[in-house]
């Protein structure tokens, strides 16, 4: 039975490992934007990070070619803009979810980044996603309200 259905654990282990991982590394910023929004928080981030790993992993095992495995790199972009585009909220008076926004985003790029193995720049992107989410708050120019 298992000839017919051949399962190899050794990479669903390394996959696994590579979810896992994205998992992690969304974290940082999945729990400040928990902590300071009511929108995407500690649900969205991790999923984008680890929906775009899987979408890049199985890309990378059905296109051998670079072009091919752009081509849903580029999906996995437009479709991120656009779902980070829903998290922003215009009114008259100001705008919200930028920072929601781009914490999408870039949390869809460590997915890909974690996808291709480039864990430094995975690393890179969640500690530098964080500390600016995190620390550069203050320095933000409250919009007073004109009514």
Not at 35 to 43: I, K, Q, V, W
Not at 49 to 73: H, K, N, W
Not at 86 to 105: F, N, P
Request: aromatic content about 12%; hydrophobic content about 50%; charged content about 15%.
């Amino acid at each position: 039975m298992l000839e017919e259905f051949p399962i190899d654990f050794k990479l669903i282990w390394f996959h696994l490992y590579q979810l896992g991982i994205a998992f992690i590394l969304s974290l940082p910023i999945a729990l400040n934007r928990e902590s300071r929004t009511n929108g995407a928080g500690l649900r969205t981030f991790p999923l984008v990070a680890i929906s775009c790993t899987a979408f890049m992993l199985v890309a990378m095992s059905v296109f051998t070619e670079p072009g091919a495995q752009a081509r849903v790199m580029y999906g996995i972009i437009t479709g991120i803009g656009f779902i980070g585009g829903g998290s922003i909220i215009k009114s008259s008076e100001h705008v919200q979810g930028t920072a929601s926004a781009a914490g999408i985003w870039l949390t869809a790029a460590i997915g890909v980044s974690v996808a291709y193995a480039r864990y430094e720049i995975a690393i890179v992107l969640s500690l530098t996603g964080f500390m600016v989410l995190q620390f550069l708050e203050p320095y933000k120019k409250e919009v007073k309200d004109v009514t």
